[in-house]
């Protein structure tokens, strides 16, 4: 199948694994995705991450081929299922990294876009190329693109098609790290280690606190956090961390 999934320790590893059209994103794909989205979420992984397979690509956006000859009502409920698995992508309740080689074009960095996390090796390229092919994005590019970098860059991207490399991806915000060449899987766990020794439910709550304030007005995001964080108190959690700290040891967190 061109979507694989793994379990190492704490770590769910999706790959897409069409190498040899650079893991373009075909339907079928999608819809694996989705399925296996939900295979992760009933999983007990605490981190998942997103690869591609093969030397030269993450993914190199949707399948063209595909995309061709279609009628209005295809396209659109084709875009419809880009969007909604993607957005299953960005609510799944344990964070998520796409560890972006080579290119990550289109419906390719869409889906790293729909990730919690992304980084970048030194010699990653990505963009949306979209225009070029007479389309706009159609998997949440136009959206979730500014929310990372701004609405000036955005545009600049989506209607030039220019690609950025990783510094220049890294210096925008569109990516959170750039690291050296290596092994895609194992670059991932490096990045994901600092995420999953803490309580899930601190974890979980202090990404909902920052991703619901994102989507609405300061104070209202207060009082997301000050509900958020009183939540958080009430955790057994808390109270391990609390007390582990005053008696100068690890806590262990049991996730309740
Ligand atoms: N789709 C299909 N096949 C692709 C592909 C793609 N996006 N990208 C690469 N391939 C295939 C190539 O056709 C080639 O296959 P063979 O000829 O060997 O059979 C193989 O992968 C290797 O590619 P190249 O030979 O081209 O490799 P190079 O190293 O020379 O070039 C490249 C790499 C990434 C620069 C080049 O392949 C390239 O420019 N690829 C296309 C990149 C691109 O334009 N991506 C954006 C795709 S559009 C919507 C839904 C979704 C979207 C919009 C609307 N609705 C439903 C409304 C989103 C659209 C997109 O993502």
């Known amino acids: 199948m061109a979507i694989d999934i793994k379990y190492a320790g704490p770590y769910a590893v999706l790959t897409l694994n069409r190498p040899d059209a650079l893991n373009a994103l075909q339907f079928t794909m999608i819809e694996a995705l989705s399925y296996t989205l939900d295979q992760v ?6 981190a998942l991450i997103v690869t591609g397979a093969g030397p030269k690509a993450f993914c190199a956006g949707a399948d063209i081929k595909e995309l061709m000859d279609r009628d209005l009502m295809a396209q659109r409920l084709g875009a419809q299922l880009g969007q909604r698995t993607f957005a299953k992508l960005a609510a799944l309740r344990i964070p998520s990294v796409a560890v972006l ?16 996390f992304r980084i970048a090796t030194i ?13 706009i994005p159609g998997y949440g590019g136009t959206q979730r693109l500014p929310r990372l970098v701004g609405e000036a860059r955005a545009t600049e991207l989506v209607m030039s098609g220019r690609t950025v490399d990783a510094i220049e991806a890294e210096r925008w915000g569109l990516v959170n790290r750039v690291v050296p060449e290596g092994e895609p899987e194992e670059l991932g766990k490096t990045f994901m280690a600092d995420f999953v020794g803490y309580s899930r439910c601190a974890s979980l709550f202090a990404r909902e606190a920052v991703a619901r304030g ?23 959690d808390a109270a391990e961390g609390m007390r582990a700290f005053l008696q100068k040891r690890t806590p262990e967190f049991k996730d309740a």
């Open 123 to 135: 010699k990653a390229r990505m963009g949306l190329p979209e225009i070029k092919l007479g389309l």
């Open 214 to 236: 994102m989507a609405t007005t300061l104070d209202e995001g207060l009082d997301i956090e000050a509900d958020l964080s009183t939540l958080a108190y009430q955790t057994a």
């Open 41 to 46: 979420a009933a999983s007990d992984a605490r």
């Open 101 to 116: 080689h080579g290119y990550a074009f289109g419906g390719g960095l869409e889906l790293a876009m729909a990730c919690t």
